[in-house]
């Protein structure tokens, strides 16, 4: 080789490189995220801006709270450790200024406030309440199913005095009525511009509310491009609570949780919502991020035993798992040691706060004590399953659960269900055998977690779990309300059927966590588990 | 006469091309209707029972018989319609437009990039043989298929992001404080140019860097090693040695015998790194928040999003045979023996 070639040969290369604009990198450009815009990135995909059409996913309830108004909403309280979450007992007005209730429970009287209009200046009437719950209680689907928790089955039940009041009767009393009026689900819609849009094919005008938000609330969407990106607006006008912190809200989604995390440590974002564990303790100890975590409200994960297989018929088979399984272990290496351990409670049920510990913890000899007096007692094979969208905690916990269970002679072997095929098996035909699950009801009694997970056919219930005294007390209980004199003995009991007869397992209460630049303010947990927006300011 | 010849050649690949479009629907109909799951009762939502459930079912024609829901796909089909992703609320037409050339804008730049290094990079190390030019092309070469893209891609971003804070955040095609130019090609930097906004071409740009280089990386490899197999090949040939003998000049023989010759195995490298690359854009999509088809197309199989999935496999199908089709009109103009083969 000689030098002339060698240097035709580099002019080549370098002028392949400077193809890239590698100068217009250096001097970086300014911070997206100041105090009139906040950026928000997560995993996720927003994929419908109306909570109401059958396929929305949870990513996408957030529109809901942040542009949509409800007649009521929950108040604040200060968590232990200075965070600030909903508060399931303190309902306040939103856009209902005022409510009456009848002295039998059936009839609840709500006033609209005076001088809310929606995004486009029309007045919010109760004739636009009316319509919108009628639409939640008749599209069917998860709004249906999420109304009839709270006794709101069919547009009869809902009356529009006058303009300003609006009427909901009930078929009974119901402690859930009221707070099922302030999930997300029952959004003011503006009547006039759905009505406008709707058509004979969809009455609900759900093509057009899909794209194009019409509503009261804080924010308005200003763009939205599904798969990179939504932008929120605030709306000056807002009636329903103070100004938000914010003139506009970008949320970028990032699906590499990787990238995310990069992000938040270099200050270009001002919040990563929804953090894995792992990165919630290490980011808790940088300079600059502020990690917000909070235990997900009646939310538990557990073991499951299907009651539909032979050996977990057996009650004692199902109380050797819970004396098998290496609590601990699984907490800190699973949940990093964030959120609230579920087992190694007192042997009475003493409380009836619920999630509460169970009184199992790691006891192999009490566990095969129990499997010896069994047909099992040499133990038998079982498939462990979980579902592979929730790998990050679900795979470490399979294999130490695993572990324990092969100490006292149970062979378990782990399977991994694609998330698309997870409901259809676990949830819909209850067909696991032993499996891990995580459910948390949006309203928070422990009658109401029962309801779903303990009486037989029920969604949540997939493990078939059925005990005559559970259904009659949970059916007894649902609607009365807490400070009836037979509430806490009937929820004691259930809590002590739970744990006795123990077809699920309680690991541990997850948290959620929510990683903030420096100098935000304001954040609030919600059982949606989605941002709340409104309260967010710079500090 | 030839113009003739050609058009008949391009007229009678492009019917050849029919069947195996039709053959890739049935097959990607069947092969979405055997995914597990149940996508009635993922989208019918968290709380949905069996009624509801049913009720999703309906809406989406799946309560119908396989041969009457392919029917109906084909009839949707005819009339462009492509159904709707409800993994992400958009018409899959939607989603096409605006991801596909999202994708592709990365895949050509990272093609482009590596064809410029690459090639001479080849033609260096063939010309001479175990020198320190030869080493390193041979050293670029492994690295390229031994470094998985994702790595590359995060191993990049932590260095020029994270640590020096030279490259912008990785979140997508454009910066936060951009609007995205207005769509012509849906090439964010062609279309910023059309427009006139420097300033938008410099950022789309800028935005790029990081996730072509990963892929130019990846890309570089096959067409190196392929230039230069094919270029010892050329310059040991009996043409070779009878130009150099006639005295012609080195660089003419280099460029006209022996480059020309070695082209056809490097187009045919290309059109296989084309291919394959679109498969590794994937994770590069989702390390860099690129919203392209690969990301897309992932996550709709995640959650048996039938619409999707078709749609992103009829639109590759498409796009390879176009592909394989130009591939072929190359082979022509680099070897005139090519067209008259017939």
Redesign the interface.
Known sequence: ?NRR??LK?AT??S???S????T???P???Q??TNE?A?V?FGG????LDIH??????D?YQVAINCYDRLVSFGTKKMPDGSLSYDYDNVQPEMAESWKISENGTVMTFKIREGASFWDGKPVTAHDVKWSLDRAVSV???P???MRAGRLESPDQFKALDDRTIQITLPFPSKLALPDLATPIPIIINSEVAKANATPDDPWATEYL?RNPAGSGAFKVSQW?????LVYERNDDWACGPQPGYQRV?L?????Q??RR??I??G??TASQNIPNKDAKELAEKDGVKVITTPIENCIYSLCTNLDFEPFKDKRVRQAIAWSIPYEEIFEQAAYGQGMPMWGGSNEVTSIAWPQKSPYEQNLDKARELLAQTDYKDGFEVPLSFNL?VADWAEPTALLIQQGLAQIGITATIEK????????VA??EKKLPLHLENFGGWLNTPDYYFF?AYIKGN?FNSYNYDNPEMTGLIEKTLDMPVDDPAYAPNVTRMIELAFDDIPRIPLWQPTLNVAFKEGVEGYEYWFHRQMDIRPLKPA | MSLGVKTRRVLNRLLQAVPTIFGILVVCFLLTRA?????A?????????????E??RE?LGLNQSTPIQFINYVSDLAHGDLGVA?????TVTQ?LA??LPASLELTLAAL??SL??AI??GV?AA??PN?W?DHLCRFLVTAGVSLPTFFTG?AL??V???LL?????????L???FLPPETVTGFYTIDSLIAGDWTLF??S??QM?LP??TLALFTLAPIARMTRAAMLQTLSSDYVRTARAAGLSGRRVLVTYAFRNALLPVVTTLGMVFSFVLGANVLVE????W?GIG??AV?AL???DYAAVQGFVLSMALLFVSLNLLIDLAYTLIDPRVAEEE
């Open positions: 080789m070639n060698f040969g080549t290369l002028v392949g490189a193809l890239l604009p590698l217009q990198l250096l970086r450009v300014a997206a995220a815009t950026v990135v995909t927003i994929n419908s059409r059958s396929g929305t996913n949870r996408s069917g689907g998860f249906t199913v999420q899909h491009n599904a798969g990179e990106q970008i970028r989604e990032v699906p590499a990787s990238t990069a992000l440590e270099r270009s974002v969208s269900i694609p998330g698309a095929n997870w409901r259809t949830l819909v779903w969604l | 995914l597990p799951g149940d996508p009762a993922y989208f019918a939502g968290d709380m949905a029972d069996e009624a509801s459930i009720q999703v809406n409800i993994s992400t609320g958009q989603e605006k991801r482009l990039l410029v290094i001479p990079l260096l010309t001479r020198t030019v995060l971003l932590y020029f992001y994270y804070g030279w490259a912008p955040p990785p979140i997508g095609r910066d936060m404080m410099k950022a740009l800028a860097t072509v280089i989702k390390v860099f928040a919203p990301s897309f996550e995640v959650v048996s």
